[in-house]
């Protein structure tokens, strides 16, 4: 019914940059709110960022001031810059979108993960 793909992910030098995009596809009657999760070998999931449909966005402290979420919604799309990488930003990055179904469903969808590697 509705889809989810990532691309963007791959292996980048400390204090490097890259951008993540997610593209939502299917019977999308509605998106709201997006975000991005994280999780490192080990740890539990963190949320690093949300936009909401009116724009509004928040950060994981670790994260402000290096990274930047925003939205394309002509295209169900939502995007995360990180720059100023760490190794501690290594994890599977995962989006996370709140979708209105045209069957009349809400619920959050998943992306499959993409992997995020930042070597010291």
């Known amino acids: 019914q509705v889809q989810l793909a990532e691309s963007g992910g791959g292996l980048v030098q400390a204090g490097g940059s890259l951008r993540l995009a997610c593209a939502a596809s299917g019977r999308i009657s509605r998106v709201d709110d997006m975000a991005w999760y994280r999780q490192a070998p080990g740890k539990h999931p963190e949320l690093v960022a949300t936009i909401t449909a009116g724009g509004f966005t928040d950060y994981t402290d670790s994260v402000k001031g290096r990274s930047t979420i925003s939205r394309d919604n002509a295209k169900n799309a939502v995007y995360l810059q990180m720059s100023s990488l760490k190794p501690e930003d290594t994890a599977f990055y995962y989006c996370?979108?709140?979708?209105?179904?045209?069957?009349?469903?809400?619920?959050?969808?998943w992306g499959q993960g993409i992997q995020v590697i930042v070597s010291s």
């Open positions: 996370v979108v709140n979708i209105l179904s045209d069957l009349g469903s809400i619920e959050d969808y």
